[in-house]
């Protein structure tokens, strides 16, 4: 609680995954990968409650030895590749509020995201709060190697010119205006915000930006062996 506000944490991980088999349950670090944002929850200041959302019995024996409350498992609906993450959550408040537990704040932490820390989510609780007029909070990273400035298209002969137009006689960094990107660290809505918009992003939306190395999300394998060696790094404290 913050500001005698409640706060629920949903960890979805859904079993199936096809770009990575069983990626929520990958070990990493000594620990399966659905375990970190639980983990980084279970130290936050601020969080209430921590759920696990999943399909599988298995992903919810291992998310409740590190420190998530238990919770139904999603239905069939709510499973699919299609099913929509904020349609989950608005179905689990739905649940959570009929048993009569209710929260004014929502954190989802996907295991996608491992290196979210419990500072970045109490720091980001203390933003959003502070901005009362605000809904909600995204974790956001700047955008650098892949500056729309440095994009390129091809035609039809192989020929590449660049995406945007540029004037000028030299493209530098330093001379590039900062833009950023959503890096899926964390999400942190008003619940009421959430169930109005049915989005996190609103137009009453700030950014909680994250350090390059914790930007990083697992899609694939290569993504899997570039956390590999980021975890390796900060756990000889070299990050």
């Not at 759920?51 to 139904?72: E, V, W």
């Not at 179905?91 to 500072?119: A, R, V």
């Not at 930007?215 to 975890?231: G, H, K, N, R």
Request: aromatic share 10%.
């Amino acid at each position: 609680m913050y500001r005698d506000k409640k706060i629920v944490c949903f960890v979805l991980a859904r079993s199936g995954s096809k770009g990575l088999p069983n990626k929520n349950i990958r070990m990493l670090g000594g620990k399966p990968l659905l375990a970190w944002p639980i983990c980084a929850a279970s130290q936050s200041k601020y969080i209430d409650k921590i759920y696990l959302s999943t399909d599988s019995n298995d992903y919810l024996k291992k998310g409740l030895k590190y420190g998530c409350d238990a919770f139904p498992l999603r239905s069939l609906e709510d499973s699919k590749d299609s099913s929509n993450s904020v349609d989950v959550l608005l179905n689990h408040i739905d649940y959570l509020e009929k048993k009569n537990e209710e929260y004014d704040y929502l954190l989802l932490l996907e295991p996608t995201s491992p290196l979210t820390e419990s500072i970045d989510i109490d720091s980001a609780i203390e933003k959003l709060l502070n901005f009362p007029s605000c809904d909600s909070i995204l974790g956001i990273s700047k955008v650098i190697d892949h500056h729309p400035r440095f994009l390129l298209e091809r035609d039809n002969t192989n020929k590449i010119y660049p995406y945007q137009q540029y004037v000028g006689h030299g493209l530098r960094r330093q001379d590039l205006s900062d833009i950023y990107a959503f890096d899926g660290s964390l999400y942190l809505s008003s619940v009421s915000s959430l169930k109005r918009n049915k989005t996190f992003h609103t137009q009453n939306t700030i950014g909680y930006e994250t350090e390059k190395y914790k930007s990083f999300e697992i899609d694939d394998i290569t993504d899997f062996f570039i956390l590999e060696a980021l975890v390796h790094k900060k756990s000889l404290g070299l990050l």
